[in-house]
T-cell receptor, first 113, second 112 residues
Framework: DAGVIQSPRHEVTEMGQEVTLRCKPI?????LFWYRQTMMRGLELLIYFNNNVPIDDSGMPEDRFSAKMPNASFSTLKIQPSEPRDSAVYFC???????????FGAGSRLTVL | QKEVEQDPGPLSVPEGAIVSLNCTYSNSAFQYFMWYRQYSRKGPELLMY????GNKEDGRFTAQVDKSSKYISLFIRDSQPSDSATYLCAMSAINTGNQFYFGTGTCLNVIP
């Protein structure tokens, strides 16, 4: 299996621009998670899906953040408009029902100038 | 108080040393305990997984869970420069749904 695939790996944008991060979970994994990692706060759960349905989005910081999962093999995290404080590494992770561990992607490093 | 506390380090040790990494937690309901290793500019990868209390060994790595003290440890024997990474502890419980609680990570540097 290719693992969890994220794109882009790096994104540099200017404040106010829209940012879209993409994730392909491992085939057969029915849970998908979006995390944000910063030095100060570590890994923070933003939102997770089960069978493509958003279950808990309480970690989404503001209305500027939105996430979708149109099918079992694809999810997006969108930030509009982006702000410098959104600069972080965004990770996607997946797991299957019954497994108590997460498999992470390589992350998308976002820099907002 | 955070759910999971982990000393951020950095921790520098000479090659061959025994390394001890630790986390404390506050929720006595946690049952599943994990250690992830994260190399620079990479995603966390699962290193060890244990359920409930006790020890688990895998090669040079040993994970220990002491639920009475709410304390978990990861020991690395004969540390190698390739072990240089950030180590994150994580834990969850049945009643926390899909919340995985992560420590902030300890940065380990093994000096050749």
């Amino acid at each position: 299996d290719a693992g969890v695939i994220q794109s882009p790996r790096h994104e540099v944008t200017e404040m106010g621009q829209e940012v879209t991060l993409r994730c392909k979970p491992i085939s057969g994994h029915d849970y998908l998670f979006w995390y944000r990692q910063t030095m100060m706060r570590g890994l923070e759960l933003l939102i997770y899906f089960n069978n493509n349905v958003p279950i808990d989005d309480s970690g989404m910081p503001e209305d500027r953040f939105s996430a979708k999962m149109p099918n079992a093999s694809f999810s997006t995290l969108k930030i509009q408009p982006s702000e410098p404080r959104d600069s972080a590494v965004y990770f996607c992770a997946s797991r299957r029902t019954g497994a108590n561990v997460l498999t992470f992607g390589a992350g998308s490093r976002l820099t907002v100038l | 108080q955070k759910e999971v506390e982990q000393d951020p380090g950095p921790l520098s040790v000479p090659e061959g040393a025994i390394v001890s990494l630790n986390c404390t937690y506050s929720n006595s309901a946690f049952q599943y305990f994990m250690w992830y290793r994260q190399y620079s500019r990479k995603g966390p990868e699962l290193l060890m997984y244990t359920y409930s209390s006790g020890n688990k060994e895998d090669g040079r790595f040993t994970a220990q869970v002491d639920k009475s003290s709410k304390y978990i440890s990861l020991f690395i024997r004969d540390s190698q420069p390739s072990d240089s990474a950030t180590y994150l502890c994580a834990m969850s419980a049945i009643n926390t749904g899909n919340q995985f609680y992560f420590g902030t990570g300890t940065c380990l540097n093994v000096i050749p």
